[in-house]
């Protein structure tokens, strides 16, 4: 999973995903052709200790899917030798692109990064999984003798695969979390409103709070565990309002409460923050313009 986010729950969830699941769609929709048929629930994790394999969530979802945790023993880097040869390995790699940052500022030394940029996010991602499958699935592998991908072939339908039995559930467990009392107009979340008809038997019944699960990419909408165990999906109250993420509704609630708004709604929040986004993209074209007119003024000089 590639982000430019800090790692989180919900990256270690996305990663998850990706890893358990089959990848056949996925690379249809990168326009690759060679196959990654590595799929299947893992026995144990080795985690390191970071807060995100710490956390309730992470723990739960791996309870839930039958997965054991192996935490690295603190101040034994020894531990996670095999995972950091293999990190080292793809990072010597991705310098070698255009854009690349390097390791340090001595390494780059008068070496523009944002000059030379010149991969988006996702043809990175494109050209990760190209390495993968085209040259890391097919090289000798130190440890195996051989190539991943034959040894993983001589195994496949011998060792039965095991799935998670509900995907959705699967990827709900790993979600952030928080705790909310169903009041009668819904679920208030980071300054939002959540309503779903399953809901309505529950108004006033449920007498403590309810875990309610959200996507940080998507606040659209969340999941709410029912007082029966079932998770159930709520959206906006308001159905008309654009998706945000959870990081523009707190910018947007912020400005908001610099104004001196205390009684805040859904839709002055998403409002805001198209309003935002709007102000961004235009301030991100003036500047690219400026650039490529600063550029032409230096050939011409």
């Keep these: 999973y590639l982000s430019m986010d800090a790692p989180s729950r919900l990256s270690t969830s996305l990663c998850?995903?990706?890893a358990v699941f089959d990848k056949t769609a996925w690379l249809r929709e990168r326009e690759i052709a060679e196959?990654?048929?590595?799929?299947?629930?893992?026995?144990?994790?080795?985690?390191?200790?970071?807060?995100?394999?710490?956390?309730?969530?992470?723990?739960?979802?791996?309870?839930?899917?039958g997965v054991r945790i192996d935490w690295r023993p603190p101040g034994r880097p020894r531990y996670g030798g095999h995972i950091e040869r293999l990190i080292g390995t793809q990072m010597g790699k991705l310098h070698l692109l255009?854009?690349?940052?390097?390791?340090?500022a001595k390494d780059r030394g008068?070496?523009?990064?944002?000059?030379?940029?010149?991969?988006?996010?996702?043809?990175?991602?494109r050209y990760i999984a190209l390495d993968i499958v085209g040259s890391y699935h097919q090289?000798?592998?130190?440890?195996?003798?051989?190539?991943?991908?034959?040894?993983?072939?001589e195994h496949e339908g011998h060792v039965p695969l095991r799935l998670p039995q509900d995907r959705m559930r699967f990827w709900i467990t790993f979600l952030p979390e928080e705790e909310r009392i169903l009041r009668p107009d819904g679920?208030?979340?980071?300054?939002?409103?959540?309503?779903?008809?399953?809901?309505?038997?529950?108004v006033g019944r449920a007498?403590?709070?309810?875990?309610?699960?959200?996507?940080?990419r998507d606040m659209a909408r969340i999941f709410v565990k029912r007082p029966s165990g079932n998770f159930v999906e709520a959206r906006y109250a308001d159905l008309t309002l654009a998706s945000i993420?959870?990081?523009?509704?707190?910018?947007?609630?912020?400005?908001?409460?610099?104004?001196?708004?205390?009684?805040?709604?859904?839709?002055?929040?998403?409002?805001?923050?198209?309003?935002?986004?709007?102000l961004i993209a235009e301030a991100t074209r003036q500047t690219k313009a400026t650039h490529r007119g600063l550029g032409v003024a230096t050939k011409r000089a």
């Design 16 to 18: 998850l995903l990706h």
């Design 35 to 65: 196959p990654w048929p590595v799929a299947g629930l893992p026995d144990m994790l080795h985690v390191d200790n970071g807060a995100d394999f710490r956390s309730r969530a992470f723990k739960r979802g791996c309870e839930d899917a």
């Design 98 to 104: 255009p854009g690349t940052t390097f390791s340090n």
């Design 110 to 125: 008068e070496y523009d990064p944002k000059r030379h940029a010149a991969l988006s996010l996702r043809q990175l991602e």
């Design 139 to 153: 090289s000798i592998h130190k440890s195996l003798g051989r190539p991943p991908l034959a040894a993983w072939r």
């Design 187 to 202: 679920i208030h979340l980071y300054g939002l409103r959540y309503w779903s008809s399953a809901l309505s038997a529950d």
């Design 207 to 216: 007498s403590r709070r309810l875990l309610v699960k959200y996507d940080p």
């Design 245 to 278: 993420t959870l990081r523009e509704a707190k910018a947007a609630r912020r400005a908001l409460l610099a104004k001196g708004r205390r009684e805040i709604d859904t839709r002055a929040i998403v409002e805001t923050t198209l309003e935002q986004r709007k």
